[in-house]
Nanobody, 117 residues
């Protein structure tokens, strides 16, 4: 139903910023849920931020006030602006998408974010 390609990861110092992009192969206007997850070594994948087609957004407590998720429907892209990065933000970040009419959840391949202390 959709292919997702993340980009924008990299190495940044503590306090720095990165903007991740998740480009979709189709229109995201009607996709109910799009989210950014992350997985650090030895840890479970966790939800970082989500965006619903209604406009509602949610954030993990650990990133509130620092990360912002946004949708660009014209570009079929979801962004994750990450500011004031900390070493504990180091992880592979994944984009996912789900719609109520779909039988599965779709994931991108992930992009590595490394924050040096």
């Amino acid at each position: 139903q959709v292919q997702l390609v993340e980009s924008g990861g990299g190495l940044v110092q503590t306090g720095g910023s990165l903007r991740l992009s998740c480009a979709a192969s189709r229109s995201i206007f009607s996709i109910d849920f799009m989210g950014w997850y992350r997985q650090a070594p030895g840890k479970q994948r966790e939800l970082v931020a989500s965006s619903r087609s209604s406009g509602r957004t949610n954030y993990a407590d650990s990133v509130k006030g620092r990360f912002t998720i946004s949708r660009d429907n014209a570009e079929n892209t979801v962004y994750l602006q990450m500011n004031s990065l900390k070493p504990e933000d180091t992880a592979v970040y994944y984009c996912n998408a789900h719609a109520s009419a779909w039988s599965q959840i779709y994931w991108g391949q992930g992009t590595q974010v490394t924050v040096s202390s």
